[in-house]
């Protein structure tokens, strides 16, 4: 295996990094980041041979898991590499004795340990299960560790599954590894300056101008090259972009000829990308995009020329990556994007989901790989291509798509103990949607701002509504870039190009259409709330203004290519949900349900940038990250709760979340039941569980606070009935200091009656 120059720089870093991470107690942690196209799988199987030839300290098995089914290649590949009579290499379901054997390494697939049943909570995988046979991941690990070796952990692609609560309960309560390496191109976690400063920690990280230097990925990503001379043969944006597309890929084709090598360069097409599976806005787009490429270019799937990747559908897909294969055009979705590997693919094609600017790392990283790991003397082979109908372009990674940043994990300590606080959480889906109760409120709405009556002939209503509304709007354009470069992927923001001007093509009606409802509906959850205010908009134009016999696609146009249109249909829509929420506030007293649990810390919780770490050493998790903004209240009970050698453990409660503590109450201005979350809870040395809400100001005035002190106090009164030792109540900040109200009939004023000194 011969390795590039800064290949061989990372794996002998990582080394180093590794034996040192193992040298400590504990279980710890390292990243290795390394762009897409880098060879990452090569450099990890370098890093195993090295720690084989290598005295580590200790004896290993490995665990290598990957997200969907890419265990199975990354199997292949080490193969390939590694040392077979230094390594064993297995499937998770292949192993026979129930353990793992000194320097073996079981790949799995990390989906089908975490995949669990939506209504019992049951696991699917039988690994994950208890059975006769006893052959399950617990067992593996613990006869594995029962011999005396440690487990080291690899999570290839870590950014798409590992950071999910599911996941890190499994590393942490059955894997237990003794160290993790986290492998891929942009992952959500990077250790903080003072746990790698420190040596708690690891971090190997190779850079985009390393690999270009060394020939293994593209030079450039141009974006929508010269698309201008191709305006004049073709009216819509999607054929010209698709067009400019093939015409590319026609081009390298004559160039990799001429340099004497056997490549067919690939276009990968991208339908918009609204869920996993094919919505019909994507069997739409599919049909147009292949009615295009057989009509002007003769490509098909029959002829071998067309494949397609899909969830529901997949043609032509069984030698697609080898250089030389006939296929021409890819269709796929974003889900392609994880691991696939496809050196010829250059060119990129994305009808992306009009609300989303934005290009995914992962995603135009399947194009950027060079297909004989070098340059070639034609620049043009040396450079991705990219047509989109997109009006700029922002690169972004998945710590971004995902409104993720500086991610930092923290666990529950080894020695916390249950609380077994019975907890309730009202499930949000419950009441959060609109209703189809709603759909008569619009109508009724947008009748009453136009004048309509239900007895209008079609004609006299269209005739009212043409007043205040641009019946006949004129055609929408929209701007595309062009000729727009990227040199430096990771450190790209906003691309700047040239502004071409396209009308807007058909389906795009029905993509802005569908965001407009979406915008609309909130802060009802837009994904069932938006096709309500849809099918109530279609339903008053062809019941009153006489659209029945139109195309769906007129009332889109009317709607999407008027600003003063969306005005008014915005303004008729608020008023709409204004009077919805009284017809909702019934609708929840009839479905509302409770889910009722056990509350215990969780195993492990995840804090972003807008919290910092904070010194505690009685705090339930091994890291305190508190709000940065929490309040001076919250600030003061923190110091008095940690200080206090009678305080056993105690953590900050969270809020909306199922794995939080939550107590019901009534709330006084709607009347109906919410879920309270007590700010603390406190563990005691004597057993004793404490419930605090801290207030100052006018939230300790606030109507809400006294339901909610009425509810906890409600709520201690019923635990101790089942002689459990528990107390608590609300805690205000004075100029005094701290104090406590725990009795009935909530007063606001801490001078008064029922207020004492907070007592830890």
């Known amino acids: ?142 006869k594995t560790k029962e011999k005396g070796l440690e487990i080291i952990l690899i999570v290839d692609e870590s950014h ?73 043969f073709h009216d819509a944006v999607d054929d010209v972009i698709l067009a400019a597309a093939i015409e590319k890929q ?38 147009k995009v292949q009615i295009f490429l057989r009509d002007t270019y003769g490509m098909t799937v029959k002829n071998g020329e067309v494949g397609i990747w899909l969830s529901e559908e997949k043609e032509n897909l069984l030698t697609i990556t080898d250089p030389r294969n006939q296929v021409k055009a890819l269709i796929f979705k974003q889900a392609i994007a994880l691991g696939w590997d496809c050196p010829r693919a250059q060119i990129l094609v994305m009808f992306r989901d009009i609300q989303s600017l934005t290009f995914q790392v992962q995603t135009v990283g399947r194009i950027l790989r060079m297909p004989e790991a070098k340059h070639y003397d034609s620049d043009e082979l040396n450079r991705a291509f990219v047509y989109t109908n997109l009006g700029s372009v922002k690169i972004a990674d998945d710590k971004d798509s995902l409104g993720l940043f500086h991610i930092n994990p923290a666990r529950r300590k080894l020695d916390i103990a249950p609380a077994d606080l019975p907890s309730v959480y009202l499930r949000r889906t419950d009441y959060c949607d609109l209703t ?47 000729d727009a470069i ?11 190009g040239n502004i071409l001007h396209f009308s807007v093509p058909e389906d795009d009606f029905k993509y802005r259409f569908e965001l407009f409802a979406k915008v609309m509906s909130l802060p009802y959850a837009p994904v069932r709330s938006h096709t309500k205010i849809q099918h109530a908009l279609y339903d008053w134009f062809d019941n009153y203004l006489g659209f029945k016999s ?20 915005a303004e008729v829509i608020e008023k709409a949900k204004e009077r919805f929420r009284e017809v909702k506030r019934k609708e ?68 909306n979340r199922e794995e939080y503590f939550s107590i019901p109450y009534t709330d006084p201005i709607d009347k109906l039941t919410h879920s309270f979350y007590p700010d603390y809870i406190v563990m005691f040395t004597d057993g004793t569980v404490g419930i605090y809400e801290t207030k ?21 009164s019923t635990f101790k009935e089942k002689s459990r030792k528990i107390r608590g109540g609300i805690v205000a900040k004075t100029s005094s200091g701290l104090f406590l109200y725990a009795g009935e009939k909530f007063n606001a004023d801490p001078t008064k009656k029922g207020w004492g000194r907070l007592d830890m």
């Open 160 to 232: 798409y599954h590992y950071w999910s609560d599911r996941s890190q309960e499994l590393v942490q309560n059955v894997i237990g590894p003794k160290l993790t390496i986290e492998v891929s191109a942009t992952p959500k976690l990077e250790p903080s300056g003072e746990d790698i400063a420190s040596g708690d920690a690891g971090i190997v990280a190779v850079r985009f101008d390393e690999v270009i230097a060394e020939g293994m990925i593209k030079s450039e990503v141009v974006i929508n090259k010269e698309i201008g001379k191709l305006v004049e």
């Open 436 to 482: 189809l109760s709603f759909r008569r409120l619009l109508i009724d709405g947008a009748n009453e701002y136009f004048g309509i009556e239900n007895t209008d002939m079609a004609n006299v209503a269209y005739e009212k509504a043409d007043v205040k509304l641009d019946l006949l709007p004129e055609e929408l354009e929209i701007p595309v870039i062009a």
């Open 588 to 655: 929840i007293k009839t479905k509302q349900k409770m889910k009722e649990s056990l509350w215990n810390v969780p195993p492990i919780d995840y804090f972003n940038e807008l919290y910092e770490k904070v010194s505690a050493d009685r705090y339930a998790l091994d890291s305190c990250y508190l709000l940065k903004n929490r309040t001076e209240p919250e600030r003061a009970f923190e110091a008095v709760v940690d200080g206090s050698d009678r305080v056993k453990w105690w953590i900050k409660n969270e809020v």
């Open 486 to 496: 990227i040199k430096q992927i990771d450190g790209a923001d906003e691309i700047v």
């Open 696 to 716: 100052a100001g006018i939230t300790l005035t606030s109507p809400d606070t006294s339901a909610k002190s009425d509810a906890l106090q409600e709520y201690i």
């Open 1 to 142: 295996m011969q390795l590039k120059n800064y290949q061989k720089t990372a794996v002998d870093k990582l080394v180093k990094i590794a034996k040192s991470l193992l040298e400590k107690e504990g279980s710890r942690q390292c990243v290795f980041k390394a762009p897409t196209g880098s060879g990452k799988t090569i450099m990890v199987a370098d890093f195993l041979e090295k720690i084989g030839e290598e005295r580590m300290p200790g004896r290993y098995a490995f665990l290598w898991i990957s997200g969907y089914n890419l265990h199975r290649q990354s199997r292949e590949k080490l193969e390939q590499y590694l040392d077979a009579s230094r390594y064993a290499f297995s499937y998770l379901e292949d192993i026979q004795d129930n353990e793992l054997r000194e320097n073996e390494i079981a790949f799995v697939n990390w989906h089908s340990l975490t995949k669990q049943d939506a209504t019992t909570g049951a696991y699917k995988n039988i690994f994950m299960r208890d059975n006769e046979a006893d052959r399950n991941l617990r067992t593996f690990i613990t």
């Open 250 to 287: 026609k081009e390298l084709a004559g160039l990799y000829e001429k340099e004497g090598v056997e490549i067919n360069p690939l276009v990968l097409v991208q339908l918009p990308n609204e869920g996993e599976k094919t919505s019909a806005l994507d069997q739409d787009k599919l049909e």
């Open 550 to 569: 139109q195309s769906r696609l007129n009332i889109q146009r009317i709607i999407v290519c008027s600003e003063n249109n969306q005005r008014i249909f």
